[in-house]
């Protein structure tokens, strides 16, 4: 069976220092995997994802996430986050080979101090 | 507009009561999901269904009941609501070739 570990529930940072949001995962099959991101009152939106090749993967506001199958991680960093990066993180994968069986971490909360 | 959209976005009711939430997706993808979203818990797959007519059970169908009669339609109905329904709730679809999964912006249910 897959799941996956968002290892913390909250993570405070201040404006422009550079952060990092751990997701470990376990799965005895290919998996993909995607970041989403949820703004306070809203639904989730995928921030970046992992299918094949490259394993650094980029958002358009400055995310990154890196897929390590060695260690099963696959952790989103950005160098200096902004007021606006302020929201709920979620990790999650799916099978190559079903739609219907995605896993979400259970969030990272990340709360940016000026 | 293109998307997928839920309604109402909020919802109050009382134990015992039958409500429906609607959910309505404009691409035509084949899989839509229902999950709810609650404090510690992440998120957790209520039912899903893969084509319309299909539906399956997630982590937390108790108490709730679906229907796909059409592709674009996935509403959740909760057939005699109790105080443990009151949380936030999603609708997702997806393409399939990637499984990313489309959001609708949620319906938040209280029940009294």
């Known amino acids: 069976a897959q799941s996956v570990t968002q290892l913390d529930s909250q993570v405070p940072v201040f404006e422009e220092a550079p952060v990092e949001l751990r997701c470990n995962y376990s799965?005895?099959?290919?998996?993909?995997l995607f970041w989403y991101v949820q703004y306070p009152n809203q639904g989730l939106q995928l921030l970046l994802k992992?299918?094949?090749?490259?394993?650094l993967v980029e958002s358009i506001n400055g995310f990154e996430a890196e897929f390590n199958k060695s260690q099963t991680s696959f952790h989103l960093r950005k160098p200096s986050v902004h007021i606006s990066d302020t929201a709920e993180y979620f990790c999650?994968?799916?099978?190559?080979?079903?739609?219907?069986?995605?896993?979400f971490g259970s969030g990272t909360r990340l709360s940016i101090r000026p | 507009d293109a998307g997928i959209t839920q309604s109402p976005r909020y919802k109050i009711t009382e134990t015992g009561r039958q409500v429906t939430l609607m959910c309505h997706q404009t691409?035509?993808?084949?899989?839509m999901f229902w999950y709810r979203q609650d404090l510690g818990h992440g998120l957790r797959l209520i039912y899903y269904?893969?084509?319309?007519?299909?539906?399956d059970k997630g982590e937390v169908p108790d108490g709730y009941v679906v229907s796909r009669s059409k592709t674009e339609n996935f509403p959740l109905t909760l057939e005699s609501a109790t105080r443990s329904q009151t949380s936030v709730y999603f609708c997702?679809?997806?393409?399939?070739?990637?499984?990313?999964?489309?959001f609708g912006p949620g319906t938040r249910l209280t029940v009294l």
């Open positions: 997702a679809s997806t393409k399939g070739e990637s499984n990313e999964q489309f």
């Open positions: 799965s005895s099959v290919s998996v993909y």
């Open positions: 992992y299918l094949s090749g490259s394993t």
């Open positions: 999650a994968v799916t099978l190559y080979s079903s739609a219907s069986k995605i896993i």
């Open positions: 691409w035509s993808h084949s899989y």
């Open positions: 269904s893969a084509a319309a007519d299909i539906t």
